[in-house]
């Protein structure tokens, strides 16, 4: 079986994970409630009216200011909402799962030995801000 086909392979595989599945429980939760929609339709004219106010050239920073925590305050309600926290959870799982996957692939592209390739935490916080490269 050639590299491609065992990728497609490890799809399926990762499509039939419950984080996976979590994920896209959390996924489908989260559109269908109206009341987080509206938070996040209403976070978003938030920021557009921002943007627009802060490119003016006579821009009223007080009223970018107030706006600033306006956003500020809806992003915390969706933050809040259930379904929201559910779906940041299933998202977290399944980001670590990917993260995990990716490492060994990665090691083992570089000559590691497939069945002792590991994602190594101690070596890695996962931002990759001031990261001299990966190793």
Do not use: W
């Not at 938030?46 to 627009?52: G, V």
């Not at 933050?79 to 996957?101: F, L, Q, S, T, V």
């Amino acid at each position: 079986m050639d590299m491609i086909a065992l990728t497609r392979e490890l799809g399926k595989a990762i499509q039939q994970d419950e984080r996976y599945i979590a994920l896209q429980v959390a996924k489908q939760n989260s559109d269908a409630d109206e009341t987080l929609q509206s938070l996040i339709q209403e976070f978003n004219l938030k920021r557009m009216a921002i943007n627009h106010e802060a490119t003016k050239e006579d821009r009223d920073e007080e009223r970018l200011q107030t706006l600033n925590e306006e956003m500020r305050a809806s992003y915390a309600e969706i933050m809040r909402n259930p379904n929201m926290m559910a779906y940041n959870h299933a998202k977290e799982g399944m980001d670590a799962i990917m993260k995990r996957i990716q490492a060994i692939l990665t090691q083992c592209a570089q000559g590691a030995d497939p069945e002792t390739a590991d994602l190594d935490e101690s070596s890695c916080g996962g931002s990759c801000a001031g990261c001299a490269g990966c190793h």
